[in-house]
């Protein structure tokens, strides 16, 4: 260890960590100390000679500095504790230092831009794509994360549709009260469950695709087939939380990696329905 080598952030440790273990059948990393070995010769490669003071006589994993490899077990723990990592190499060698990816593991990184490890994180990655969404839809995210990372599946799922909600409800009532495109909204009864609601908006907008940016309405059949999946797995048909048997790890993942695209397309169309300062003509449906 060299106290004399630039210290690194958790995230930017734990991106180099992700990235080495996708690759692992390709460069050799199945135990800790080649994972120190090829995170020392990474961040040698990033950084360039001439801010890293390698010498390679020693190891790679040597020259990093000693705050970075606690830094980097501490990663090790944190991805196990997630289930992104296990130990073992196979039955004959089936605990520490061997470590490898599991299928959930696999999986759940390789899904998409967004990355995190906790919901301050999840909400980083959530406010990075400068999406917009209420003080009700945040505290329903956040939740959602911390019970992901907790094990309590259901119930992930359950915060992350009422979230889900929150957002869709707020794009209705926009929708609903905007001076040009109202009309075609307005039959969308308030009695109607938040299912019922999805389908006949998805019918409303449909006339207006054409009339407003492709950028507002791209990706919306998406986003609510996303909203839709999510409380079928969530929620019973009167919106209540479900008694079903719990989703798996993997898909309770992606349908967090998929709200922030899902928050993102709400936010697009809502601005286009509250700011279009100059909609086209549309005729009465």
Known sequence: MNPNQQEHSYEELREIIINILLNASENGVDRCEKLLERTGLELWKQEGPEHARQHFSHGSAAQLHPNDVELLLEIVWDLFRQGIVTFGLNASS?????????????????????????????????????????????????????????????????????????EFVRLLDVAKNSNTYGKYFSRIGEGLSVRAKILRFGEAIKPLVDLLPEAAT????????????????????????????????????????????????????????????????????
């Open 94 to 166: 089936p605990g520490w230092p061997w470590l490898r990816l599991t299928r959930f593991g696999e999986c759940a990184l390789q899904q998409g831009l967004y990355r995190f490890h906790n919901k301050s994180e999840f909400m980083k990655a959530l406010r990075s794509e400068s999406i917009d969404i209420s003080a009700d839809a945040a505290v329903y995210a956040k939740e959602a994360v911390a019970a992901f990372y907790t094990g309590c599946l259901l119930s992930s799922c359950v915060m992350l549709s009422f979230a889900a909600e929150s």
């Open 218 to 285: 791209r990706e919306l059949g998406d986003a609510l087939n996303t909203m839709q999946s999510i409380m079928r797995t969530a929620r019973n048909e009167a919106g209540q939380p479900s008694g079903a048997d719990a989703p798996s790890r993997d898909q309770v993942y992606v349908y967090l990696q998929l709200f922030i695209p899902f928050a993102e397309q709400m936010m697009r169309l809502r601005r286009e329905l509250t700011e279009a300062d100059y909609p086209r003509l549309v005729s009465t449906p």
